[in-house]
Every structure is written in C-alpha cells, then in structure tokens.
C-alpha cells in the first residue's frame, strides 16, 4: 500500500502479541513514517532509526538509566539499589560496572571456552540418533545457566531452579505489561545462603571474587561489597547470563533451518561463525527495546520532548535501518559487516558480550558436528511472552533433511524410562579436572559424566576439541571409558581409575604409545 | 585535519581522515573501518577497539589511565605497543598516525 491517505497511522503497543511475533512490518514503518514515534497509551516515545539509537545509548547525560531501562520498571517509579548498576548513572553506575567489567574480562571469558564446550557437548551428545531436539529445553535452556553458574559458583543442584526463577521474573500474561516489585526482581535474596558459604568457603568463582575484592564505592570511599550489594550483583548476572543467550541459541536454530543454503556455507567454512553470530544479533536481536528517561528536555525531528518523558529506544528496529545496513531485512551472513546495537551501545552496553559471544559460537560449532540439517516443527514452537526479551520458549525441530510429517508429536520421542533395578549411587557423575601424566608433562582435560536412568555417557575435553566417550564401565568406584581422541594424533585412549570420594587416580592408556598414570579431582 | 592509516590484521590498509579532538575509534566507526567496533562509544569500558600503535607514535600519545590499563590487562592479544583507540585524541601532532589492528576485538 502506497497511499498513505486511507492508511491508520502507525502504532506499536510493546504488549501486542501481533507486534509481539512479528515486530518487523511495524518497525519499518516507524522508522519511514514516525522516526520521533509517540504511544499516548502508555506513555513512551521511541526512536527506531540507527543513528537516533546510537544517539540516544551514547548520549547518557540526555537519556537516563537511573529509573530502570524496561518500560515497567520505569513506570513503576521505584527506588532501585545502587548496586542494581544496569540502572543507574555515572557516577554510581561507573562504580559496580568497572568491577563487573574488569571480573568479566575477555582474557578471562575466553578462557571458558573448554568448559562452554564441554557443557555443549554434554547437551548435545545424547540426542544424537533422535530424529528431534529443542534448541532451547535441550542447549539454550541449560548450557548458559551452567556456565553463569559455573562462574557464580552456584552448586549445580540449584543452577535449574535458578534459571527457572529468572525466567518466570520476565514472564507476562499475553498482551499484559511485566508485573514488577523490588523484593522479586532485585533484590536476589535466593542466593543468600551461597554468600554465607563462600564467605567461609573461599573458591577461584566470581562470588569469592566480589566478598573479597574492594572497590571504589560511589561515594568515593574504597570498601569491600555490603552483603545486599553481593545479592544485588549476583541476582543481576545470573539472570542476565540465562535468559538472553537463552533467546540467541533459539534465533540461531530459526534462522539457520530457514536459510539452509547459508548454514552449509557455515559448514563448508566454520570460520562464518563469529560474523554469524553477529547477524544472528543484528537481525533477530533479543533485547529489541531499551528505555530511558529524559533528564531534560530534548529536541528532535522538530518536536521539543519534556524532561521526564520515556523514551524507548528501538535498536531491534535500528538494527534493520536500510541507511545503515542496505536490505536489513534480509538475513545475510555475508553482508559487509558493521558494529550493530544488539548489546546495546555506550556506558550501559552488555558487559557479558564476550561471554554471550563465545557461548553463541560454540553452541552453532557444537550443533553443526551432530546436526548439519534440521527444520523447524513450527506447529509445536512457541514465542516466549516476555516484554523485554523477544526470543523462543520452545523451538523444537525435526533433525534431518525433510521434516517427518508422522513425527509431529513432541510426547512420542521422550524415550520411556528404561527399567532399571537400581539406579547405581553416582559418585562417578559431575565433571571432574583429570590431569594425564603424559610423556610430554601434565595434561589437563576436563570430564564430564552423566547419569540417565542407569545408562552412562560423558564427554572430555582437551587441546580445545571434546570429544564423546564410549565403553563407560562402573563397577562400585572403579570406572572405566575409552576417548577416541582427533588431536594431536588420531588414537583411542583407554582410562580406568578408582575413585575415593572426590578423587580418582587410575591409569590410562594411549594406543600403541604407553601407559600413564592420571589423577582427577571433582568439581 | 589530521590521517588515521588503519592497517587490518589481513595487511587491508584504510587511511581516514578525522577532526582534531575526536578519537581513533570514532573515525575508524565513521568512517566504516572493519575491526574496531566501538561497543561502548568510547568510555574505555569495553575492550572493543584495540589497536597496536607504531613505534613512531606510541611517544606521543597521552599516558594510559589508570581505567585504560584496567581494560587493556582483561583484554584479548594485547602487546606493549596496544592501546584503546577511543583513548587516543587525533591532534596535528598525530596526522599520519599508524594503528594496526588485532586479529579480533572479541
């Protein structure tokens, strides 16, 4: 439709589910049509074009944070923690970000890179022989929350119950706006009985780190972290390192079963990963909307908007501007690439990038080896209702060339239980830091077993690559695997090892080359 | 106005030309320079616009921060010579200029 006369003038309610599914068509034209767009009905501006985003995340005097960044916590007028730091301003927000910033280095988050594999493979290898998976129940909904747990140092009992209490905080009712409350979204004290731990419990994780490391606070006076300030921290990284990379994993297995031809590009050539993720986070960008409240009153497209006023800043709309990127519509893995604003954009831009980065990478190289095709089962995917994270509750998909129209039923594949006498105690299960005394010097390597109703698998990770185990035998605390290992040569390593409460020491053997001794300690 | 000769970790050369007072990164980003992207729109928070400075350069550059060197320690294949180009204030002085770039910023 060209003319424009007989056209509504366009609108965008953040709470419609239409809007919701598909915000594209209307974000176009709130970018030709209204680039200064207001909604009287729930009393916001927003901008949608990429110059009048990156304006407004860049210029942070102008477009505050210190009310919150989501629409409803804006709304709900209430007084957030200093520590909650993703909504404050300089010189408070300066204070916790630079420690969060410096704690989540990328010299130390690409140092994660074993363990995000080995947490990869572990989702992943059971499927492999299923005609279906779910990219979110099976990776997305468990591989982040491992590694943010990992990182916290959250027992791995707690981690689910964690990142179900995360997502259920952004869940709303279909068309209705976010319920929001100080005690549930900030205040974090779910995590309160680690801190207590940790404080006698000292570790290498990021908690031990934040109860010992002393800042800069804003007031100026250098100090330790108050315990509330811990809670607040903690509460903000667990739930930011879930769902958000949650949403990528689900656009990364919508978008590449959509565009097969570019996914076997990526196969041809894994080295389109990296600038495959960053499409992913242009083109489907799971934090499409981030507000600010006007320090004062600011001009733009001719029209003067009062201090106080919020402002939405569209960067999902942004991040499709044709001015800035030519057909942004499409989805390209091999468009010239740009800076986007996926993580957002100056002081408040996503200080778990690199981690969010590395995890979308691995979690594409990780499902490729196994799954080199796959098609979304539409009729039993589902859009997660939240308003400020658009991304898949559920994306199941059928595993292979052509969907299996028979398939369909998500229930007819979760394998029966097998009958199993007794479920052997598992000391054996976890992931344990097995160190080979090789010929070469010490080897490290990280094993991770699982226990499914009796049936064993695992994976170990070394020299970067994991590789699947096979012939898992236990026998009260004596275990035995073989690993089949690529790297630095092709050669089957048979370990058996006897284990006393969290240690094994045993022996292993390389193929025609020797017999080591190995040590392993659980973590 | 002074040059910024950006040369990427391929050997691609991209010779910019920025105002006095604005950063390296800014006229790499305006000037759509592949390899720096700016994440943060130079708050020396992000680590996302390294670059290695010549050695003809590297004495005229004002000194590293204390936030500067914070950001450099955490950040991915850093050498003596690097810097965050958002710290570093194109000038007369620096026309001409040489950063060379990492092989990634992430």
Known sequence: MTAASNVEPVSWDPYNPVYFKNPYPVFRRLREEAPLYYNAEHGFYAVSRYADCERAMRDKDSFSSARGAILEIIKANIQLPEAVFIFQDPPIHTAYRNMITRAMSPKRMNALEAQVRAFCAQCLDPLVGQDRFDFIADLGAKMPTRVISMLLGIPEEDQEAVRQSGDDRLRTEAGKPMEVSLEVNFEGNAYSEYIDWRMTHPSDDMMTELLQTEFKDPSGTIRKLTKDEILNLVNLIAGAGNETTNRLIGWTGKELAEHPDQRRDIIQNPALIPQTIEELLRYQTPGPAIGRTLTGDVELYDTKIPEGSIMMVLVGAGNRDERRFPDGDSFNIHREQRPHLGFGHGIHVCVGAVLARLEGRIALEETLKRFPEWHVDYDHAELAQTSTVRGWETLPVFVGSAPKKGAAKPVAVAPAPKPVEKVPDAPFEGTWKLTVKGPTGAENTVLVIENKNGAWSGTQTGQGTTSPLTDITVDNNKVSWINHITKPIKVKVHFSGEISGNNMTGKVKVGFIGSFSFTAVKQ | ?106
């Open chain 2, 1 to 106: 106005m002074p040059k910024v000769r950006f040369i990427l970790h391929n050997g691609k050369e991209h010779t910019v030309t920025g105002d006095v007072g604005d950063s390296a990164m800014q006229t790499a980003v305006d000037n759509a320079v592949p390899g720096i992207i700016g994440d943060c729109g130079g708050n020396c928070s992000c680590a996302t616009c390294h670059g290695y400075i010549d050695a003809d350069w590297l004495d005229k550059l004002s000194p590293i921060s204390e936030d500067e060197a914070a950001i450099l320690e955490g950040a991915m294949h850093v050498e003596s010579n690097s810097r965050l180009t958002c710290q570093v204030k194109l000038s007369e002085e620096l026309d001409g200029i040489v950063i060379r770039l990492p092989i990634s910023q992430v």
